[in-house]
Nanobody, 120 residues
Framework: QVQLVESGGGLVQAGGSLRLSCTAS????????MGWYRQAPGKQRELVAR???????NYADSVKGRFTISRDNSKNTLTLQMNSLKPEDTAVYFC??????????????WGQGTQVTVSS
C-alpha cells in the first residue's frame, strides 16, 4: 500500500508559476512510475506528465516547455514545476503512482488532489 499526499496548489495569475509536490509513503519500493493528472470541470481527466523508474519522461503536448516533472533519488517525492501558467491550466491536480502491469503499468495509487486556479 502506498499513500500519496499533494501540496502546493493555489491561486496564481496568468503567466505566473506554481510548484506542486507529492510525498509518498508506505511500500515505496513497489512504485515503478509516478505522474501528475489533472481534471477540470467538464473535461476528462488527463495525464499531464509522468516519469518511470528508468527516468523516461513524457509530457502532454499542452504543457511541453512550460512544466517540468522531477523526483528525488529515493523516489518518494514528486514535483511538478509549472511556469507560464494559463487559465486553461486550472484544474484539480492529482499525484499518481503505479506498478508494472499488463501493457506497461497500472495506476494503482492516487492522492486526494490539490486545486490549481489560474486567473486572467
Amino acid at each position: 500500500q502506498v499513500q500519496l499526499v499533494e501540496s502546493g496548489g493555489g491561486l496564481v495569475q496568468a503567466g505566473g508559476s506554481l510548484r506542486l509536490s507529492c510525498t509518498a509513503s508506505g511500500s515505496i519500493s513497489s512504485i515503478y512510475v509516478m505522474g501528475w493528472y489533472r481534471q477540470a470541470p467538464g473535461k476528462q481527466r488527463e495525464l499531464v506528465a509522468r516519469i518511470t523508474l528508468g527516468d523516461d519522461i513524457n509530457y502532454a503536448d499542452s504543457v511541453k516547455g512550460r512544466f517540468t516533472i522531477s523526483r528525488d533519488n529515493s523516489k518518494n517525492t514528486l514535483t511538478l514545476q509549472m511556469n507560464s501558467l494559463k487559465p486553461e491550466d486550472t484544474a484539480v491536480y492529482f499525484c499518481a503512482a503505479g506498478r508494472p502491469g499488463r501493457g506497461g503499468w497500472s495506476w494503482d495509487y492516487w492522492g486526494q488532489g490539490t486545486q490549481v486556479t489560474v486567473s486572467s
